[in-house]
């Protein structure tokens, strides 16, 4: 798999006006047939979605399709479908995340791409910043063992995050909540295949400096084998609750959000402000 090269720099995405069964493509150098191809059979395939646009040279193998402000991929045939995200085990990067939120900077990340629209009805947009995705049962959240988690800050108010070690938006919300006036709950999950990371987060004799050391990509100092079957809680919680991303920020009262958001958000958020 190829490195992720910014938008800004270059890129082969097309702009498609789907009507009917015909497609309109936007005149481009950087149009290659292969988008044109795969473009023309999503409209037939996939009438009810409205793609903006087409990239196959972005990822080595797929096609990255983007319908307004969602993103799946294809293959070049355009006859798989594949909804989720892409990572990059050499750069340790999250594709989709990192496409998304260029794409849209204030909608979620946490969860990779929807699905595209295959019936009658509208196709579901990305989130605002200011909704609240979910609510959980805060007795549930104030249940899950204190083994499975690493607290930090004195705050008033508290946030749980269920978080991935090496997910890059988990590391960019752990900085920004670093600097500010609340109580934060990290409880590990492994998405990414990071369960080892977590354990040697959960065992160490200072946990607090292991988490740095976990998304700084370090080694972490522990101290040997230790109870993780709060990780395997943590684990079950998210499964249960639909939380198949990283971050995900649960408020005392159970109101949820996935995804990164910046720090003028989670100040209204943390208070209760932003709904």
Not at 28 to 33: K, M
């Amino acid at each position: 798999m190829k490195k992720f090269t910014p938008l800004a720099k270059t890129t082969a995405a097309i702009a498609i006006l789907a009507a009917g069964s015909g497609v309109a493509l936007a005149a481009s150098a950087l149009v290659s047939p292969t988008d044109t191809n795969v473009a023309k059979a999503l409209a037939e395939r996939l009438p009810k979605t409205e793609i903006t646009a087409v990239d196959c040279a972005r990822i080595d193998g797929v096609c990255e399709v983007q319908a307004k402000k969602n993103l799946f991929y294809v293959d070049e045939g355009a006859r798989y479908l594949i909804i989720g995200r892409v990572y990059d085990m050499e750069t340790k990067q999250d594709l989709t995340a990192a496409r998304l939120l260029e794409m849209n900077p204030d909608m979620l990340v946490g969860g990779g791409g929807a699905a595209p629209n295959t019936d009658q009805h509208t196709p579901k947009q990305g989130a605002k910043a200011s909704q609240i995705d979910a609510q959980v049962d805060p007795a549930a959240l104030a249940a899950l063992p204190k083994i499975g988690a690493v607290t930090r800050g004195r705050g008033s108010r508290t946030l749980t995050v269920f978080s991935d070690f090496r997910c890059g938006y988990c590391k960019r919300l752990h900085e920004t909540l670093e600097t500010l006036d609340v109580k934060v709950v990290e409880r590990p999950i492994s998405v990414l295949g990071t369960r080892p990371i977590s354990e040697a987060v959960i065992c160490s004799p200072d946990k607090k400096r292991a988490v740095n050391q976990a998304y700084d990509g370090g080694s972490i100092t522990t101290g040997g084998d230790c109870d993780t079957s709060g990780l395997d809680a943590n684990e079950a919680f998210a499964r249960q609750h639909g939380f198949t991303g990283t971050p995900v920020i649960v408020r005392e009262d159970g109101a949820v959000v996935h995804g990164y958001r910046p720090r003028e958000f989670l100040e209204n958020w943390i208070k209760g402000n932003a709904s």
